[in-house]
């Protein structure tokens, strides 16, 4: 059975009068929540594999952050209280095979996701700065079932819509290339004092871009108002040398516009992320799966973050959204491209029940057409994507350095190797 | 100073040839979350009214609910594990007056916010049902500084966008219509069995309405899988009924399509929530503050429900938004309007960045614009509404009739009277 | 095989020139620990008794209990954080038979021991002032093959000591009243005002008795200072009444020497128990299974509240040994009995590796040893003394009337009946 | 006021046909709760001296762990589940001084407390393989009231009983011996499949003493299951041969009984404690503070790790009394002294209301008394000790060489340096 596909002339974003714009750098709250349980995601689905040859059912899509405290001066600080993270959901912790049960270490691939991440994405944030606990249990039996013919094409866990679109606008575009910047590892190098908690805003009103950064400065490396003021300059003009010719409008640029630096208040920060003081998280409140928060295009309320690669199409389908519409911009003459796709619960993942095309420009259909029925076709094996990679989900990944060593941390989950 | 207030034309929703639209009921485990901290948040505001004067520093919008377990059956069942809800955030519990320091009963506001509402939403979940603990620590001292002038206009929190619109299409309003319709007190009397987990799901492909009910069934009222069956034509008869003529789409109605009737699946449940066995739940993850969730709108992925009404926009905006997309819609001649405000962070509420209508039909721009300026005059009082009636956020309340006097319980944050 | 006993006599306790007894009353947060986890072990070996014909491996004899925080004064008073009571333990929480999978309602007995404990034991602690949350998981693999072969006599889980003894010395017995008293039902409703936490410290130096009543009071009761001590000075002088006469010593009575009156420092409580406000409790840190702490005494260190009663040794000898004193003391000329047994890991629980009694006065050895050989014979059928009553755990329960029917809250673990 | 002083004479303990000692090593979950409280006590004490100059109110003396999962065979395993802590208590969390409120670390004490003692005490439990959590809120106004005169002499918390004694017996010298032998860091180079969780427990009838030993084992360092029968076999005979002599008995070793060998089941561990599966703990339910459990001496229910060493005679007076006892013993001619002392709640620490000496052969009276007053005297210093060295609490410590260096782990309470 076939999937009506729509194609269809839609107005061009840019042509809007305003945009409206936002990214969660990697130390946000938010995004510490969607990473851990991404990262979870992977270490069960890769478990999965290498123990049973097929994952299993899990859907680890809810977490919750609560901040810390801390006490933080220019050039001085120290942790009140830890920062606390509870993850939930549900995972297949034990099978039976062969009359025996097997079990999953689901304990130590939290502990591992957690700090991993935490050890990957921070320079300052330490494990002895983050409480994790858990409450998976194990699913409903009659999710499981759904699970069973595992030769066939998985079916849709829901009823579910995945948004997709390419290009960037020039407006997303620099949101996106701004927090990518300041979170690289050159950048952590040579200005050490910017923490990983940096939030972009842009807000473009016919020709002018407004650009606000929320940026976590490290306490240990500012010692003075002065210099912190200093920093927030060399920020601005940074951004503004690197990007004002990127972008056809005026581009504005502020940095951490809620300081009130007559009474001392700034943004400073032990760790380098707002959660180690009052800054509280969730999964699925911050970036989508590209990465943007875009109010003026269309969006999926849901968090793809810790959902399952076989068949929970809130996160499948938001991706595989994204793919179509690059290979459509890509491969035709369209100028802009919107993918919604809807699945229906109970059916095939690669048979939904619209896959709704928006084109700006004059594109062939066929060809379109063409493109969404392979990239259907391809569905079934999605799930890859998930495990050998995952700059899929946020694009917050890998852009800090790797300051220490990991590997003997992740040996916990692992047998240890006899005589 | 002035806000500036776009005007433009947009195309009408309906013409899509395609329209997607969700409303996750009462009983859904999102909605459980986002209901429980919308009531700490206006138990909370009244209590600082009522002690201080003032509403003081919040923001109670993040929770997690973890499922808990059961073993159920045709007209049987038991709980094995209960539901465990932590709520998460930030609010002032000490305040210092004269000398001496005056506490804020925070433990007794969560319990009678959480208990409160499961006791007036649900027939049959209970306090014994469910685990709730909480993590709200004092506020950061630069948040609660933008409190202090309080005589003045309060200062908004974020940069944050608000998005309303009206009318409700026909599809927006079935989808609505349906789940308050199985939710009423009236519908409940007469269909007992009929939980208060109900998730409708609207998808337009041009003129054909396909609507998908996943609806909670109470176990105790069904005692064999013919009743089952019996119900759930019973429910989609009625849907076609009432809503066939209302809609001027060819309509379809389908219920519970993850049941596998042969395998003994059916969505049985004791309490009358799927939270109770296998599906989590946080803040945010549901409906928007119109009631639903329309990815072919325009959408906020902001959580309103929990936040301070003060000055936290991601909160007010949204509020406001739909108000003067009403307004504008009754008072003008347009036949659709969206409304999208953007805040500016530590700026007074009522000076928004822009104002963004987006306008079906032709209306009188000077009309509209006074529309928006009436609106924007009486911002800085919508804390009171959020006070005296919460219809405004989630629009999920009040649906259930009240089964048992909850006044002796309410009274645990009160002194009690002496002699 | 029979196990040695010794019989040889021992120096009377009253000729000591030194006594010290203290028995922490029911609403003392270690006793409140003790109960629940003992009410939980009922409970959980009643339910595999019902469902599976044998009582199960567990073991919940750990608890502890985060005292809440209230605002208090005299005639008045609210809770500000709830109390929280975590139960730690192990249990068979799913039994496969048949090849098919039977589970066992833990969260439900978790919640019924609680909530029902509270509900016996307090007039004014409520569900809404006690956050309950449990870690309870499956045991180890080596324990569960303890139980396998059911018919045979179990085998002790532990080398580990049982002590008791017979009678209780005149000091022994007043400080064992004085709290029965307190905390009868007839006693509460005549003084309201005394709540449910009192700890009661005798200390005989000579011939002189002091004895010390911590004694909460409920401040709805208590409107003044004067009230107040008027109510210390009324149980003062109820317990010189009753008990001067009973005790051949001077008596000496003090109450809630800790109050600083001229700082209005009283021991008020909204509910009865000072864990409401600053007091953390834990399982075996209260009285012994006699109901009393006693340093001049041999004592065992053991927690018996919450163990298994089929082959905890440290619960059941502890029990027994108190027997065989009560037996020896009725049935011969001893004057005195202590009993010490000492239980080998691994062996049937009716083969302790020694049985020492300790006799003051002459009593014929030979029926003291056929008393020990009777009570050791018993011991495989001691379960059911724990299934039936409860008496013997704490000595701490029925004192409080049950002011509230509690039947049908206990109905959540039962399959509640079909059509 | 001088406080009464008694002193008579006592049997022996030697005397007594049968003697039951038991001693739980540092691995045990129970001294591993007793540990981690203890030690918070310090760094709590030790940060109060330094920031503020006196220690202020606080009591840590409750905790929880909850035993965590494994998968474990030989040479092999994986953690499946974590070990969970929890600590329980009250701490003054917040000091008002000169108007300005300066706040204490207690999030980063407790996890410098946790992870810094099993850092220390253990080889193979790492950080990632404990959850670490804690509920410590700000003490009651009125106990924080006895605190205030801090030049003079500390009142007592509570009537309560600090009991001591020496010289040990043979039998308690060799279980407190084996177990310090078998943790020592010499043994563990030889032997490192000995796991840090050993129970010894020595029961003597008469002319026979039996030692039982529980002993975890490394299962990386043991491979087959006669890799595990000869490290038994071998351990006992070292125990043999280095304690026949020492004692006058006849003695008997046996080496983890539980084990049912044709079956597998071995004490295997991957991080040397039982606490990593099935095995829970509790603070106060282990070793005296003497380092002993002896259910043939006088005992104290208290426990003493965790409290305040300002005025908490449930820690104070059972050191103090095992003081007296030592100088007793050690300047006077006395065989054996026991030393029970009874505090009065509200009046000074060094007003014990009794103390209770028992002797075993002639001393001279004057004398006796004479220690005992100049020891308390000394008493409102006792703090210091606590401060200084923590020897005297459980004895359990330093006895694991520090595998790791922990320095930079303990900055986090500290503010780090400027420029």
């Known amino acids: 059975m076939s999937s009506p596909i729509i194609v269809r002339g839609v107005p061009s974003v840019t042509e809007n009068p305003v945009e409206i ?6 130390g946000h709250p938010d995004s510490i929540c969607d990473g851990v349980v ?14 049973f040859g097929a994952i299993l059912h899990y859907n680890v899509d809810k977490a919750v952050l609560a901040g810390g405290r801390v006490e933080v001066t220019f050039g001085n600080g120290r942790l009140l209280e830890p920062i606390y993270i509870l993850i939930v959901g549900r995972a297949t912790t034990e099978v039976i095979q062969n009359g025996s049960v097997r079990r999953v270490p689901i ?6 996701a957690v700090y991993g991440r935490i050890e990957r994405n921070f320079r300052f944030l330490r494990r002895e700065h983050v409480v994790v606990d858990y409450k998976i249990r194990p699913g409903s039996a009659d999710l499981v079932g759904m699970y069973e013919s595992r030769s066939e094409v998985p079916l849709s866990n829901d009823t579910s819509i995945g948004v997709g679109f390419r290009p960037f606008s020039p407006t997303e ?7 990518k910047m300041l979170n690289s590892r050159e950048f952590k190098e040579r200005y050490p004092a910017v923490g990983e908690d940096i939030k972009v805003m842009g807000v473009r009103n016919r020709d002018k871009l407004k650009i606000t950064v929320a940026m976590a400065t490290i306490a240990m490396y500012v010692h003075t108002i002065d210099e912190y003021v200093e920093l927030k300059e060399k920020i601005r003009d940074i951004i503004l040398d690197k990007f004002s010719s990127e972008v056809p ?3 504005e640029v502020h940095v951490n516009t809620a300081d ?6 700034a943004y400073l920060t032990i760790t380098g992320t707002s959660a180690e003081h009052g800054d509280d998280g969730q999964v699925g409140r911050g970036n989508r799966v590209n990465g943007l928060i875009t109010p003026y295009r269309p969006m999926s309320l849901e968090a793809a973050a810790g959902k ?5 199409v809130g996160k499948i389908y938001n991706v595989v959204a994204n793919d179509i519409a690059r290979r459509i911009y890509e ?13 229906q619960i109970g059916k095939p993942i690669n048979q939904p029940q619209i896959v709704d095309i928006g084109i700006v420009g004059n594109a062939d259909e066929g060809k379109i057409k063409s493109i969404v029925n392979e990239e259907l076709e391809k569905l079934p094996d999605i799930r890859k994507k998930f495990l050998e990679e995952y700059i899929h989900v946020f694009r917050v990944f890998h852009s800090i350095s790797r300051y220490s060593s990991f590997s003997s941390f992740f040996s916990t989950t692992k047998f240890f190797s006899g005589k």
Request: charged share 35%; aromatic share 4%.
């Open 21 to 26: 714009v936002e990214r969660k750098g990697i």
């Open 38 to 51: 991404e990262e979870l995601s992977r270490l069960l689905s890769r478990h999965y594999m290498d123990e």
């Open 107 to 112: 304990g130590s691939l939290v502990m591992d």
């Open 173 to 179: 575009k620099v949101v996106y290339e701004i927090e």
């Open 249 to 251: 409008y005026e581009l």
């Open 260 to 265: 009130v630096l007559e009474k001392g208040l």
């Open 308 to 312: 399952n690669p076989v068949s929970h």
């Open 331 to 343: 491969e035709t003459d369209a100028k802009e491209v919107n993918v919604r796709m809807v699945s």
